[in-house]
């Protein structure tokens, strides 16, 4: 087991070295961050000092070496529009995301997995149907047309819940959620709703997938046999079988919301580092630019060491050659 | 024979599909004494899986019981609900099937998976059905039992893990077990080791046997009668050594003159012309007509079942007096 561990965190390290070239270089080439940071009026010595200040006349490897070995000492670098440390603006910013996304799919999990068994374990009855016709809409209606509807429904026509903002906020480790305070909780609900429609709608295909499949086997057939009830089947047994793909696709889903909340955060005005990466795309600011993707591509290769470890420990047979 | 202790009349299962009703199970009738060991025999889509899964009340949909009586200890069982079928299941009468990969979870352990069983039944502290567990997996012949219930089911042999199907199965000391094919995935040496082992096992616990195979020359060596089923209906019925010897119906000559061991080396080896019939609709009549060689005109009817002594076969023509010596 910790073989296989060592062997994953050597490929993770593997896999964010490659990623800081393929971002550096992509960055460098889409634009000359001088031509927004200047007013066209700067005379040539503001030029020059900008250039020298922000190391822009090295050579570009030069450059890569440099922000590299800032990066390995913790420093990400200073953003070139807010003149913060990127660090500070994006750990202010994550919370934010983080909640939101954990709510959305974590209540995706939780509603999706049990409504996609019941309709894969009564695949002809009438809620089977509508639970399937639910996942259909999910999949199908885009997400900012969902979140704009839900915005003139509940915070417009119904005046129920807020359309925007984290509300009251409250502090744990040292940060602020919203997800502490009863004020904080009406806030989150309409986007992480919106976020969780799509997750949801996968869920259930999946859950309902896997189910179908398994109560068709001698499994279910012989637990019934052996007069186990139709809910410890379900639960003990037939839960556990299903739940690799869903465990795959709960940690690629969670990784790529965590990165791109984008449209929702925008469209609730959520305050999170997806508003942030658009900013900082819109100005050239390299900087966060560079830290973002690189804490994405972080989070993708966590979560997917994450998910290979729990297959090991839902499914007894993946352990043995763990460490091939 | 003691007083039977499973006794289906007339079961009648079907199964309604889009082409048709397709008669599974047409009008078994037969009786299995405590501690006796039945061996049900056919060819594959004779029926005789369904009759099994009918007497656990487990055929899956679009099939049901449509009519017929099953009492085990007297008590009649068509026409339970679902639950007063659960609580009978695994506890009264239980059921094993072929191929133990299948059947056991993989990503349980033996021991989550027999405590289940036990709970479904009888609660207990996990102590107590763990030293229950072990203590069965000990009696189908697994050493070391305690520390293997941490095992899951990919860590055991094929034998192994069929012996703890078995285990599972006998964890409430039902009166009767059904055994659908049980040793058919497993090597011949495998297998003759649980077919000794599930014989004095049913001896031990006057368990009853109802064993399914289409492997005539095993159940012979197993059972103490045999029923043979053709296209839904048991043609034949009796004492393994009296029906193996004097087979009455064409049907069970002809599987019996199939079998390896009586065919000489070199030679071909004898086949029943044609194939089993569709169940979809059959015509009336003998269903074995179109493949025999002794059908007349007769057999258009139904053959009434004839009970004789302990024998009975469902033929206008038996071999009886052809063979008889």
Redesign the interface.
Known sequence: MSGFIIQRLLQAILVMAVMSVIVFAGIYSIGNPLEILLPPEATQDVRERTIARFGLDRPVVEQYFYYIRNLLQGDLGRSYIYNEPVLHLISGRLPATIELVLVSVLGALFVGVPLGMLAGYRPDALSSRIIMAVSILGFSVPTFWVGLILILTFAVQLGWLPSGGRGDTAELFGTAWSFLTLNGWSHLALPAINLALFKLAIMIRLARAGTREVMLGDTVKFARAAGLSEWTIMSRHVLKLISIPIVTVFGLELGSTLAFAVVTETIFSWPGVGKLIIDSIKNLDRPVMMAYLMLTAGLFVTINLVVDLVYAILDPRLRKGGAA | MSAPILEVSDLTTHFFTRAGVVKAVDGVSFSVGAGEIVGLVGESGSGKSVTGFSL?G?VDPPGRIVSGSVKLDGEELVGLSWDQL??????HI????Q?PM????????IG?QMR??IS??DKTSRRAADARAADVLTRVGIPEARSRLGA?P?EFSGGMRQRV?IA??L??GSQVLVADEPTTALDVSIQAQILTEMRDLAAETGTALVWISHDLATVSTLADRLLVMYAGRIVEQGPVASVLRDPHHPYTAGLLRSLPATAKPGEDLFQIPGTTPSLLDPPPGCPFRPRCEHASELCTADPPLEMSRDRGVRCFHPLREMVSV
Do not use: K, Q
């Open positions: 656990m487990l659960r609580a009978l299941r695994g506890s239980a059921m094993v099937f191929d299948a059947t056991l979870n993989p990503v349980l352990t989550t289940l069983a479904a039944h899951y990919h199907a599972i199965a964890l409430h």
